[in-house]
């Protein structure tokens, strides 16, 4: 799963999730994306679940770019704990995600393929989730 190798601070508070996003709002890089339609977090499990399900779907073909990548640890206290004593350990990673933000692209594989692929990964995300593709210039 992805997880940063090293972070400066070891917890972290979970940001306010509002607005549109302005970076990584295009497609950059492949043919076809997966663009989320609002806010909220996707886990590492997610965005692996997201990857097993395309790359099962190309078959060996086609090339996936992942555009989020989980940094944020979120932490939780051990079950029937007793309020106090700090801040629980790192049980997951989140990355926070705004609205208009593409979370997956592809490339090599053809339209059908690409809309079915990214419509299956879509289902396992938290939100909603549209199809787009690279406007012809």
Do not use: N
Not at 43 to 53: I, N, S, Y
Request: glycine share 8%; proline share 4%.
């Amino acid at each position: 799963m992805l997880m940063p190798k090293r972070v400066k601070y070891r917890k972290a508070h979970k940001p306010i999730i509002r607005g549109i996003s302005h970076g990584a709002s295009t497609i950059a890089f492949g043919e076809y994306a997966l663009k989320c339609l609002a806010g909220g977090y996707i886990t590492a499990r997610q965005v692996e679940a997201c990857r097993l399900t395309l790359t099962r779907a190309f078959k060996k073909g086609g090339k996936i770019w992942i555009r989020v990548f989980p940094d944020r640890p979120i932490s939780r206290k051990p079950a029937e704990t007793r309020m106090g004593k700090g801040k629980g350990d790192v049980a997951y990673w989140v990355m926070a995600v705004k609205a208009g933000r593409i979370l997956f692209e592809v490339e090599g594989v053809s339209e059908e393929i690409a809309k079915d692929a990214l419509l299956q990964a879509s289902y396992k995300l938290p939100m909603r989730a549209v199809f787009v593709k690279r406007e012809a210039l």
